[in-house]
């Protein structure tokens, strides 16, 4: 298409690969024989860019593919004029595809250009990003533009203020820099700085993908569309629930897309992106990657995206509702790294009837099974079949009310599930480890009925639909105490005790599919719950379960 007169690209500032790739697009459109393979060439900047970074971790920083950031760009139906901001620009391919989509829709690039937004905090992206438009604007429209909106900054503490509110569509993909690891991390003076930036949508453990999500909602209007890239574990973690609720107040969700866990070359991150817009009606859209398929969901209650995740995957929808919850008749709690060190150094391999305290963990915890002496497991670096704890006959006074506690009838919980697995310790011989879940009826007799509502389908399906994408995978979750605390009982009834009584036979040894689908049966009635649906997929679930 030819070049503007008087073309000068300047490659100063550009790693090396990237200079030597982008002048080598210039000198084509300087001779005008640059046809559409100018785009795949122009896309490959960034990859090249990436390859420059050596620490992609701390970062939290990844390259996204032109077909992604193309396809996204397409689910938002970005529009002549609008404006597009990308909060994360890194070497520009959100607005690289926004760009393309713009022009084949008859904008003028000159105009393209001024309706370009993007901001990020590594300056050498920031050079790669403007001279990518740069050479775009020159091979689409003989045009070189200066590219002053992209900028160099925090966007979190430091994005221009005249982009609040002016922003049609905000895309990218920011950097995941989940809390619990020591590499990504933040430093005190961060967090301090954006607590008190995000204090509508802050916690201490929320992944920065998710304040870039709320900063992308301050960056629009009423009207605004939004996607950005996140890691799917936090549509259902308890960190950015807060985020998530602000947000589904201000410009709700109006489809999720989920993108998997194959998209980038130096993450393996299963990942999704919440499409927010002006849109409160009673259905959303689940959207696959690659795929045209759509799928309608019934709306989610106020910020619990995971269900969105669940329905998708399979789980059946149910509404619990219910005059009382768990943490209302229970202590519901999970024990911490202190108690871990303790049960540590006192474990040991038992005999058959060995009198002393049997140790749980989650490996042995199967639905209304404990498989002490059935499988191994590992705990403290060591392998054992029938692990017990060998406690001095003075144990130190910090432990000693945990014991206390510990030692009466309770129901374990494993945290890391498909379907909930619940084991009822009657008699308070187990000691649980981390990252058990332990509930403690305030009443002996309530047991086995709590016992019947934890494990119930209807349990099951409304975890999975709070913290769907949480575990190790799309349809595994994990459990929380403070999530479980907010189970929903279901009212007084026959079929409640019918349930529990089921429960305890189950546990007992009765392992019928018959008992155990009468068990599904009446829980799903106490429940009013009842269908074929959520029975079927807790029986499937559960069965692959068994003992």
Known sequence: MGTAAGLKFDPSGLPAPVATAASAIAQRLERGDAGEEVLDQLAALGRIREQELTDHRSRGAVFTPYVVAEELVQRLAIEPTETVCDPSVGPGIFLLAAAERKFHRGESVPSIMGNLRGIDIDPISVAVARST????????????????????????????????????????????????????????????????RFAHGYSGYIDESMLFVVLAVELGHKNTRTALIVPTSVLGSESSRHAREWIDRTLPIQALWLGGRSIFDTANVDVSAAIL???????????????????????????????????????????????????????????????????????????????????????????????????????????????????EDEPPQAFRSWLQRRSNPKLLIASQTR???????????????????????????????????????????????????????????????????????????????????????????DRDRNTIMQFGEAMNTAYMTASEELLTWWMDRIQKKRP
């Open 277 to 391: 817009g002006d849109s409160r009606g009673e259905q959303c859209e689940v959207l696959q990657r690659g795929s045209d398929k759509t799928l309608q969901f019934e709306r989610p209650p106020i910020g619990q995206w995971a269900a969105l995740l669940a329905a998708a995957n399979g789980t059946p929808q149910v509404r619990l509702a219910g005059r009382s919850t768990l943490g209302d008749t229970a202590e519901v709690s999970a024990d911490f790294r202190d108690a871990y060190y303790w049960l540590a150094e006192r474990v040991t391999e038992g005999e058959v009837a060995d009198p002393r305290p049997r140790l749980a963990t989650v490996g042995l915890i199967d639905p209304f099974a404990y498989m002490h002496g059935d499988v191994e497991t590992r705990f403290a670096k060591k392998r054992f079949w029938r692990p017990v704890i060998q406690i």
């Open 133 to 196: 438009l740069q050479l775009w604007a020159a091979w689409r429209g003989n045009h070189w533009p200066p590219m002053d909106s992209i900028v160099e900054g925090d966007s979190l503490l430091e994005a221009p203020r005249e982009w609040y509110g002016n922003c049609d569509v905000v895309i990218g993909n920011p950097p995941f820099l989940g809390q619990f690891k020591a590499d990504t991390a933040r430093d005190k003076h961060r967090s301090r700085a954006l607590k008190e």
């Open 419 to 509: 379907v909930i697995e619940c084991f009822a310790d009657e008699l308070g011989e187990t000691l649980p480890s981390t990252p058990l879940i332990t509930v403690t009826p305030r009443q002996d007799k309530r047991l086995w009925h709590l016992m019947a509502a934890i494990a119930s389908p209807a349990a099951s399906a409304w975890a999975v639909a709070a913290a769907a994408g949480t575990g190790l995978s799309r349809e595994t979750v994990r459990l929380r105490a403070s999530l479980l605390a907010e189970l929903p009982l279901p009212a007084p009834s026959t079929r409640w005790d019918e349930g529990a009584d089921l429960a305890r036979r189950i546990q007992s040894g």
